[in-house]
């Protein structure tokens, strides 16, 4: 077995990079073999094991993300630093490493060949390649097998004037590089990343995704090395790097000025501790392991996290039933979407928790494929009274208004079947604003089938019937004339029933009990009799008390009046944006928010003629409905 292969080593082999976990014999086999894990989980076949003997541990928890491969097999070259950056920046034919003597103009500066200098006869091409390095903003070196200052990472036996002197080069190369990618890289060794950004002052973006770190101690170099290194950069990514966090926390100490952290995929449950990073505002912590918004409670100490992205989780509660919900004061904008949120109970309690929340992405959750995506946009914004976007689509004062209403309907459908009893915890749990909307919008008419005993026997005749309240407008009572045969003087019933109630814009109601085995013919028959009109002239809508999303285009001149957020609205205002001929808003959306915004009409149910018995249609215990007069018999 060479010794140039060890435990934490990093290769690749056509491209495909991998870490050495494992160096010996394999039982069953002859000569020694390189245990690895590869970066991409999908090439490899094992986990670490044959025939059932455990050789080495993968980070990765996908289960064939190991091989064993020869030591004989070739590898791609590592490269140092500048080689990298001049195979990316440079032509091809020209071999140069560095440029010295940064004072004067970059163009006479002498030209150093592995580390001699030479004749500077014909080099005026490749001056004007190196000025153009040191030019450079922004370099982009991911995936190019660089695997530190030099081309061999950086060992703790080797002089330390050699990592002054490497730095210093890189620095006369390429001073003014303000972003920096060295993602899906051959890095092994901490000091190689400080190194690096001691020579770049300007440095203010870091990408090291992808790069699986040996060595993360930076015990050749003080505290004070290492803060003045990363001084000044402000965003920082550490995607798909398996670091603990107590790895990060010490990592990120130095990083003073840090604003921007993205620590994605690196497959973390919980946050033991805070960041000692009080600038940070933004943290992007997808596609790791947590699940619930406690596991994240230090967090909440952070003065100035406003930006949290929780994307591809496995997030399904806020925090386990014993463990106070935490509270995140200064966060305005949250992801959360493609996790395992199951019901928008989960949604209603997070104004408290987040209190402060603007920007909410719900995308992608268990509880959304019961629903519509359009009643499932207008549930949760209805839910959170601060926010401002959903889902990347801006909320208008209309939709706002729109989707509380209909929130509130649904509230007072559920309220219809549960004792008043029962009516105080339920909405503490399930719809915590509830009290809030009603001052807002007020209470919703609920029906109470629970009023008459829930534990009736179905076979007994009060269990089948249905408390009925019907009423005639004044309007509809003054068609009465267009009725063939009936007087036009005489448009009220020429016999008054005492128990009609006539209220004082003259609609005219009327209750009864009726079995809810009746056809809408019957039902007609009994109606006529109330109001001492012709069956066949009426029209019975039942009103259910809910609210359907409609496109206000789509609205009938007699349901426009119902509209919430229509032009015939009262101090109804016009938000600034355009509409098509039909009144309906056009909104743009970048994800999420392409489809048009449509209104909220009240469901009402027109109860048809035919064999269909009228618990086909009402199943609760009360119903209120409209009589309409028609012009002419069906």
Known sequence: MTRDFYAGRRLSYSGALCTVRYCGPVQGTKGDWLGVEWDDPNRGKHSGEHDGVKYFECLSKEPTAGSFIRPARPFDRPL????????????????????TKPQGNSLEQSIEISGKVVEEVGFDKIRRQLATLQELYIVLLDGLCLAGLGSKPWPRDRDHNDWFRQTKEIRQVCPKIVELDLSRNLLEEWMDVVGTCKALPLLRSLKLNGNRFRNLSTSNCDDSQSREAFEGIKELHLDDCFMTWEDITSLTAPFSDLTTLSLSSNQLTAIPFNLPTANLTTLSLSYNAFTSLSSLEPLAHLPSLHVLSLRSNQINAIAPPSTPPPIFPSLHTLDLSHNAIPSLSFISHL?????????????????????????????????IPTLTVLNYSRITPAERTNAELYYLSSIGKQLSSLSLEDEPAFLSSQHPRYAQLCALHGTPAITRSCTISSTLNSNTLEARLIAF???????ELAKRHLIPGIERTNPQPPIPDPNTKTNSDGTQEQTALIPRTVTPYRLKAIVGDLYDLPPMYLRLIWETGEWDPVAASWATDDEARWIVGSEDDEGSEDDGREKDDGGEEEEGGEEDGNAKRGKYIRREVELVDGTREVGFWIEEREARVRVEVRGKAW
């Open 80 to 99: 140092g630093f500048l080689e990298a950056l001049h195979k990316k920046y440079v032509s091809e034919g020209s071999d140069v490493s560095t440029a």
């Open 469 to 475: 309240s019907f009423y005639l407008p004044a309007h």
């Open 351 to 383: 104004p408290h928790t987040l209190p402060a929340l603007t920007s909410l992405r719900t995308t992608e959750n268990p509880f959304t494929t019961t629903l519509s995506p359009e009643e499932a946009y207008i549930l949760v914004l209805a839910r």
